[in-house]
Nanobody
Framework: QVQLVESGGGLVQSGESLRLSCVAS????????MAWYRRAPGQGRELVAI???????NYGDSVKGRFTISRDNAKNTVSLQMNSLKPEDTATYYC???????????????WGQGTQVTFNS
């Protein structure tokens, strides 16, 4: 069983920064892509950022230049540094990872439970 657990959400104001973290645990043989998605109220799911095993990254257009994704392969963690936050960044943020569990020949996509980022207007 593989689990992803996010942390770091909270209440923010315009221009502030916040760092989200996600740790993968369980019987993990290998982790491929790791990513952050978000879902704003009344909106669909949006890719925020993705990073592969080699550290190559890609970002959604709305966060380019403000957010930075990073990972620590030794600790099975992925982080999202969010700077210059805007009200439209309000959303539930989900960590996702493509993981090959021990005992399987293929990888599966796993999701965390989500962490809320809310603007204090």
């Amino acid at each position: 069983q593989v689990q992803l657990v996010e942390s770091g959400g909270g209440l923010v104001q315009s221009g502030e920064s916040l760092r989200l973290s996600c740790v993968a645990s369980g019987s993990i043989l290998e982790i491929y892509n790791m990513a952050w998605y978000r879902r704003a109220p009344g909106q669909g799911r949006e890719l925020v950022a993705i990073i592969n095993e080699a550290g190559v990254t890609n970002y959604g257009d709305s966060v380019k230049g403000r957010f930075t994704i990073s990972r620590d392969n030794a600790k099975n963690t992925v982080s999202l540094q969010m700077n210059s936050l805007k009200p439209e960044d309000t959303a539930t943020y989900y960590c996702s990872a493509r993981v090959r569990p021990s005992g399987l020949r293929f990888a599966l996509d796993y999701w965390g439970q989500g962490t809320q980022v809310t603007f204090n207007s």
